[in-house]
């Protein structure tokens, strides 16, 4: 995992970064995270590395470092961003502990 890695046509990258923009996205993503995995076309291995919350996963599988913890921010909010949010504990279990 790392920069070297990433495959800028993952489908994952391009969700992680409409995702990010568009508030109705967003909130189509938490109503229905199939519909819009198949709409991105996501591979099965991407499927199950976000159902799974396994953002170290979507590193190796080629997701952008910059859009790591993003994906924990999608999931836990981005609010009150610091070491003990709930969004950076998600980040840390996933890379840091399992890494």
């Not at 198949?38 to 199950?48: Q, S």
């Not at 996963?57 to 790591?68: I, K, M, Q, R, S």
């Not at 969004?87 to 996933?94: H, I, M, S």
Request: proline share 3%.
């Amino acid at each position: 995992m790392g920069i070297k890695n990433v495959k800028p046509d993952l489908a994952s990258n391009r969700l992680v970064f409409d995702i990010r923009r568009d508030t109705g996205l967003m909130d189509d993503f938490h109503q229905d995270m199939d519909a819009v995995f198949a709409r991105y076309g996501l591979t099965d291995a991407e499927v199950e590395a976000w159902k799974e919350l396994n953002i170290q996963a979507l590193g190796d599988l080629g997701v952008h470092p910059y859009f790591l913890p993003q994906i924990s921010r999608i999931f836990k909010g981005g609010a009150y961003n610091h070491n003990n949010s709930e969004a950076a504990q998600l980040y840390a279990k996933t890379m840091v502990e399992q890494g």
